[in-house]
């Protein structure tokens, strides 16, 4: 358990160390987190004065590794569960219970033809309906479809459930301020979601990440706008959407992985922070991290660059 809470601790602290101010926790992983803690004041290795102490059985950890591994992995760039307030949702056990994702097979036709097919399949979809709050929307990514540069968020969030598009809201404002600064504008590039929905929670304020099941479901929406799109790099926004495309891994830090070239069935992937984050430490350093990956996505896919915009947030 020691071990645990230490790699805890210093994994906590590298984060700090290269910049990140808030980690998301869920609620059942700080429970677990407690339940660890306060089984640790009774553990007989580390209280060896316990009178509950059986030295036949060894103590066993009650946070597995893999549990760990999942905290770690949250993403940094949301609130803190006080401001979110919603892991006391009973609705999160009802969102486990997921059907298989669906099975797509994209029609024959124009790229503009199968977007629309592919955009009545997720409107229509009946596990996507059945999570969609009362009077709002099912959220599809948009944009071009012939664009080099595909950029993957998350889910949707208040403002985008609300209208029905894609990364409307603040989030989407500065989105759409690094896609001018590229020399672009918002028509001209894709922009999707790894989800179509925005997660469930009692508050009506903040978000939460979406589960491992959410995403698993959603993801053939996601795959068949990537197998439409043929971009030439995929913009992997923040942990979930890196998670949600190349699957979890407890050694991905993103403060390791941001600015180098992973890949999703062999298109080249740049993760890097998500605009939320940058949103809430929003130094010249995070602005410049960002921008530099934008740099190597530019020069990936041959657009051309200024000395200007080479010098942007330094
Ligand atoms: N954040 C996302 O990841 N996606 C959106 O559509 C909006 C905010």
């Not at 009178?51 to 549990?67: F, L, R």
């Not at 770690?72 to 892991?87: A, M």
């Not at 056990?93 to 955009?119: H, M």
Request: hydrophobic share 35%; charged share 25%; aromatic share 6%.
């Amino acid at each position: 358990m020691h071990t645990l809470l230490e790699s805890l601790i210093s994994e906590l602290k590298d984060r700090k160390k290269h910049g990140e101010k808030t980690v998301f926790v869920e609620e059942s992983s700080l429970q677990a987190l407690a339940e660890a803690l306060s089984l640790s004041d009774s553990d007989p290795v580390n209280s060896p004065a316990s009178p509950v102490a059986d030295e036949k059985t060894p103590p066993q950890p009650i946070v597995s590794p893999e549990e760990v591994a999942r905290i770690l992995s949250s993403r940094p760039e949301i609130t803190t569960p006080k401001e979110q307030d919603v892991h006391k949702s009973t609705k999160d056990s009802s969102v486990s219970a997921f059907p298989p994702p669906p099975v797509l097979t994209l029609p024959e036709g124009s790229k503009e033809e199968r977007y629309a097919w592919l955009k009545d399949r997720i409107l229509g979809c009946e596990t996507c309906k059945a999570h969609v709050r009362p009077g709002k929307h099912i959220v599809v990514g948009s944009g071009n479809l012939d664009s080099p540069v595909f950029f993957c968020g998350e889910a949707p969030g208040a403002e985008e459930e609300t209208l029905g598009e894609v990364f409307v809201g603040r989030a989407g404002q500065l989105l759409v301020k690094i896609i001018n600064a590229m020399g672009l504008q918002r028509e001209d590039v894709y922009i999707g979601n790894i989800m179509n929905w925005r997660p469930e929670m009692d508050s009506t304020v903040g978000n939460r990440p979406p589960t491992s099941d959410e995403m698993g479901f959603c993801l053939p929406y996601l795959r068949a706008q990537l197998e439409i799109v043929q971009p030439k790099v995929i913009v992997a926004l923040g942990n979930t959407a890196i998670t949600g495309l190349l699957g979890p891994d407890p050694k991905r830090k993103m403060g390791d992985v941001r600015g180098t070239w992973l890949s999703f069935n062999d298109v080249p992937l740049m993760p890097t922070y998500h605009p939320s984050y940058i949103l809430r430490n929003g130094s010249m350093r995070n602005k410049r991290i960002i921008w530099e990956d934008m740099l190597m996505v530019m020069e990936k896919v041959g657009m051309p660059i200024s000395d200007k915009q080479r010098k942007f947030f330094t």
